[in-house]
């Protein structure tokens, strides 16, 4: 309950604190104007990490520490596109440039190595620091991997890395997702990669590609910290879990009152008990009926409860990214923020939801920390 | 010499101001803008060293031509100014 709320707008960071009267109030503002992508707590330090996106100037790194505020740090980078080389996507000719369009997640190692973040951006590079983000390490071993000129963009006009889920039992052991490669893991730190999408189904290819791993589009990817052989799978046309650490997934169905959406949050300590925020499907994105709910499974997929208590349920067109749902700690308190700029709070694993404030700029990303 | 100058919107984020130079090409000329003002070259150029795409840099009033070598010539008396394109924010 005393958990901190992060929030990254297209106009900045808030960070809120609840009240003794139980809301939530703003104690800072930081980076107000420029666009906030990503924002991550480090429980480990008490370090933040904010992902900006200037635009004109390029994506940028801070870094907030308690004892001395913000501080720009070293941004990550490509290195140098050898002379000549030619970069391409096969299928549609695209070129990749080797720069950084967008921080599109940050996660911390393991709690044996304090220092080490991963990031993952667009055009589809994941990189590792372990010195608090002073310097970053691009993985080759994924960049440079034989398939990563057929990945493609999902939304975005190039492919990137939005999930990245830190095994807690051994923090060697990563998986990732890309928008659009489908689901990796590495158990090496990232220096072998394998592909572990299997079960997934995309309905915008071929029937006879429906199944193929590497076109995958896995718009959300969690762990359960207390049962990690968990996933949940927020995917672009369905909701997906594995069991078997990532070594199988299988879809959801039905899932609620639609299979599409972004977001996904799993309960910390019951890797039964999913939370996501559904929309009609992909040519129209937003909710079904102007109804803002949550969907909420206690089961494992078997059912689904609508929740909407304290949510609009009529003219609301409230997108939510796929960043901007978060659950803390205890599993008991949930915050989402939509493109509309209103964030609302839950107390009660979702039953009762407050509205925070329906003003904030675009929300991109909610953390509790 | 070739005189630099700076867009406001930029001295926001890092510290840059009015530069005198010496060179005969804008590579010469970033060059020692950049060593005066190291924190300001990755919000010009992209880890490729190339001009970012919304950003347009003026040689005497005319848009910069190389935008990934930066081999457009200066002259002793040039002015060159670092701006934002209108493309690229919101």
């Known amino acids: 309950m005393d958990s901190l709320l992060y929030l990254g707008t297209k106009k900045g960071l808030f ?15 930081a ?43 070293t941004t990550p980078a490509f290195p140098p596109k050898p002379d ?20 599109w997640s940050l996660a911390r190692g393991g709690a044996d190595q304090p220092g080490v973040l991963w990031a993952g951006t667009i055009p589809g590079g994941l990189f590792r620091t372990a010195d608090y983000g002073d310097s970053w390490q691009l993985v080759d071993s994924l960049w440079h991997h034989p398939t990563r000129q057929s990945w493609f963009g999902g939304g975005m006009d190039l492919p990137g890395i939005h999930s990245i889920c830190v095994d807690p039992r051994d923090s060697r052991r990563v998986v990732i997702g890309i928008s659009c490669a489908g689901v990796w893991l590495t158990e090496d730190s990232g220096q072998t990669w394998v592909t572990r999408a299997k079960g997934m189904r995309a309905a915008y290819m ?26 949940w799978c927020q995917h672009h046309n369905g909701i997906f879990k594995s069991t078997d650490g990532a070594e199988n997934w299988v879809e959801i169905t039905p899932a609620g009152v639609s299979a599409f959406g972004f977001a996904v949050a799993v309960h910390p300590q019951d ?47 409230d997108l939510v990214y796929r960043h901007a749902l978060a659950v ?21 694993q979702g039953d009762d939801w407050e509205l925070v404030n329906a003003h904030f700029p675009p929300i991109f990303a909610v953390q509790f920390g | 010499m070739p005189v630099v100058h700076f867009t406001q919107n930029l001295v926001r984020h890092v510290e840059c101001h009015r530069l005198e130079t010496t060179g005969d090409t804008l590579v010469d000329v970033l060059g020692q803008v950049f060593a005066r003002f190291p924190r300001a070259k990755t919000y010009v150029l992209d880890e490729q060293g190339a001009v970012r795409k919304h950003m347009v840099i003026f040689v005497d009033g005319k848009q910069l031509v190389d935008r990934t070598k930066l081999t457009d010539p200066v002259h002793q008396s040039s002015q060159i100014y670092i701006m934002q394109a209108l493309s690229g924010g919101v």
Do not use: M
């Open chain 1, 206 to 231: 071929p029937p006879e590609q429906a199944d193929q791993e590497l076109v995958q589009d896995p718009h959300c990817i969690v762990q359960c910290p207390s049962a990690p052989t968990t996933y």
């Open chain 1, 15 to 29: 960070v809120l604190r609840r009240g003794e009267n139980g809301r939530y109030i703003i104690q800072e503002r």
């Open chain 1, 271 to 317: 890797p039964n008990v999913a939370w996501f925020v559904p929309a009609i499907k992909d040519e129209k994105r937003y909710p079904e009926g102007g109804r803002v709910i949550v969907s909420r499974t206690r089961d494992g997929g078997e059912h689904f409860d609508v929740l909407h208590r304290g949510l609009p349920q009529s003219d609301a067109y």
């Open chain 1, 84 to 103: 000549g080389f030619v970069d391409k996507n096969p299928h549609t000719g695209q070129e990749v440039s080797w720069t950084v369009q967008l921080i």
């Open chain 1, 31 to 73: 980076f107000l104007g420029d666009k906030v992508v990503y924002v991550h707590p480090d429980s480990r330090n008490g370090f933040v990490y904010a992902a900006l996106d200037h635009g004109h100037f390029g994506v940028k790194l801070h870094r907030f520490q308690p004892d001395s505020g913000w501080k720009e740090i």
């Open chain 1, 328 to 348: 803390d700690d205890d599993g008991q308190v949930l915050a989402f923020g939509s493109t509309t700029g209103s964030l609302w709070v839950s107390a009660n």
